[in-house]
DNA sequence: GCGTCGATGGCA
DNA sequence: GCCATCGACGCG
């Protein structure tokens, strides 16, 4: 892609590529957490966007899945996830981080994918590993809760990137969620420099493709 | 490099 | 009372 760069980092907004459509979230969210990795997320504002090609996801595989905020019923916070696959679940966690999540499966079926790092592009040096830092640095906030990715200005490209060596392991603090705490749903690039808190205790064998 | 701890506010 | 977190601090 010809871009032009911020001397921030970050490109011109209409360099962008096309959205993934809503076939692609309208599935299972282990399978879209496996297929987001190496895939490029990207927010639009003030005709620049800030682009970032994903290395960590987890899966929230709906209201069985103790870890699953669903599995606390339909609540105000909760309804976007009982929404249809494509539309941006953002809460706040500990009072002071927005956690960016998407809509997966069909209306009902409360399933999500948290994203949890990745690296910036178009030269922005970013920190984003930990999803805390990831939706601070590109500018996700609650305002956003509900946003159709399909549509928004904050979406993930369709462009198509090399699969890449996945490896799998336990999600991240959720240890109160009973037999669910050491599912495998947590999914990253091994070739990624760094992921956020991967002890190799949590390690799985690694996988090849999505 | 690693363990511990406090910040801070929404939520059930 | 708990968090789908992070950064600062103390080690030695």
């Given at each position: 892609?010809?871009?032009t760069?911020?001397?921030?980092?970050?490109?011109?907004?209409?360099d962008?590529?096309?959205?993934?459509?809503?076939?692609?979230?309208?599935?299972?969210?282990?399978?879209?957490?496996?297929?987001?990795?190496?895939?490029?997320?990207?927010?639009?504002?003030?005709?620049?966007?800030?682009?970032?090609r994903?290395?960590?996801?987890?899966?929230?595989?709906?209201?069985?899945?103790?870890a699953c905020?669903?599995?606390?019923?339909?609540?105000?916070?909760?309804?976007?996830m009982?929404?249809?696959?494509?539309?941006?679940?953002?809460?706040?966690?500990?009072?002071?981080?927005?956690?960016?999540?998407?809509v997966?499966?069909?209306?009902?079926?409360?399933?999500?994918?948290?994203i949890?790092?990745?690296?910036?592009?178009?030269?922005?040096?970013?920190?984003?590993?930990?999803?805390?830092?990831?939706?601070?640095?590109?500018?996700?906030?609650?305002?956003?809760?509900?946003a159709d990715?399909?549509?928004?200005?904050l979406?993930?490209?369709?462009?198509?990137?090399?699969?890449?060596?996945?490896?799998?392991?336990?999600?991240?603090?959720v240890?109160?969620?009973?037999?669910?705490?050491?599912?495998?749903?947590?999914?990253?690039?091994?070739?990624?420099v760094?992921?956020?808190?991967?002890?190799?205790?949590?390690?799985?064998?690694?996988?090849?493709?999505?």
């Amino acid at each position: 892609m010809k871009t032009t760069r911020h001397p921030k980092g970050g490109a011109l907004a209409s360099d962008a590529g096309k959205k993934l459509g809503r076939g692609f979230y309208a599935r299972p969210a282990e399978q879209v957490a496996r297929e987001l990795l190496g895939k490029v997320l990207i927010h639009r504002k003030n005709g620049w966007m800030r682009r970032a090609r994903i290395v960590e996801t987890e899966a929230y595989v709906g209201v069985d899945d103790l870890a699953c905020h669903a599995s606390k019923g339909r609540t105000q916070r909760t309804e976007v996830m009982f929404w249809r696959g494509g539309h941006a679940y953002v809460y706040l966690v500990y009072g002071m981080y927005e956690m960016f999540n998407i809509v997966t499966s069909v209306a009902g079926d409360a399933q999500a994918v948290l994203i949890r790092g990745a690296m910036g592009l178009d030269g922005w040096d970013a920190d984003l590993l930990g999803p805390g830092k990831l939706a601070r640095e590109m500018g996700i906030t609650r305002r956003l809760n509900g946003a159709d990715l399909t549509k928004s200005e904050l979406f993930v490209s369709k462009t198509r990137a090399p699969a890449p060596r996945i490896g799998a392991a336990k999600r991240v603090g959720v240890e109160y969620a009973k037999h669910w705490k050491d599912a495998p749903l947590r999914f990253y690039d091994q070739a990624s420099v760094r992921i956020s808190k991967v002890g190799k205790a949590l390690l799985i064998a690694p996988e090849t493709q999505p």
